[in-house]
């Protein structure tokens, strides 16, 4: 009767072997399964496929999330320092802009006391 390991003790096993140590279970995992190595393709072996080909095929993988093994997460892009600092300083030109225009329309004191007490019992 075989001792089952848990699954972070399996992982950390896995990941301290070496990389030919890995290949030769993954093989021998396969022959006690009856499977081969190769592409899956009778008569067609790993080496005979166009590189350009595989590229393409992943390319056309990469269009269709449902194709993919894990899903990937979209996330919000920040706002950029850039946009926000010049909106800051448009905002800041336009309320600037609209004073000049104000005490030069009005350069009296008076006359903007007056305007502005009209402004407030404005019926």
């Known amino acids: ?9 399996r992982k950390e096993r896995f990941k301290a072997m070496s990389s030919a140590e890995r290949k030769a279970l993954i093989r021998a995992k396969m022959k006690a399964e009856g499977l081969q190595e ?3 393709v009778p008569g067609k072996d790993l080496f005979s ?19 993919q093994t894990k899903p ?4 919000k892009k ?6 926000s600092l010049i909106a800051w300083i448009m905002v800041s030109l336009a309320l600037t802009g609209g004073m000049v225009l104000y005490y030069r329309q009005y350069p009296s004191l008076e006359i903007r006391r007056e305007l502005s007490v009209d402004g407030m019992f404005a019926d």
Do not use: H
């Not at 990937?72 to 996330?75: D, E, K």
């Open 38 to 40: 190769g592409s899956g």
């Open 49 to 67: 496929y166009d590189q350009d080909e595989i590229w393409d095929l992943i390319q056309v993988t990469s269009c269709f999330p449902e194709m």
């Open 1 to 9: 009767m075989a001792v089952q390991e848990s699954n972070e003790k």
């Open 72 to 75: 990937r997460t979209m996330q």
């Open 78 to 83: 920040a706002p950029s320092k850039k946009r």
